[in-house]
């Protein structure tokens, strides 16, 4: 999965989920991530979800 792809996701994610982006949301969007799309790299999605919550 590309890295704009991986973003427009997260996005989504936070968009849906209804809360205020902040860094307390980097561990539930990566859980989230990982159960629906087990075969991204965690590290990654990590990374990039760390950047967009910035």
Do not use: Q
């Amino acid at each position: 999965m590309s890295d704009l792809a991986i973003t427009s996701e997260i996005h989504k994610l936070i968009e849906e989920s209804g809360f205020a982006k902040n860094k307390k949301l980097l561990c539930p969007i990566t859980k989230i991530f990982k159960m629906r799309y087990p075969h991204v790299d965690s590290s990654k999605v990590c990374f990039i979800a760390g950047e967009v919550l910035k």
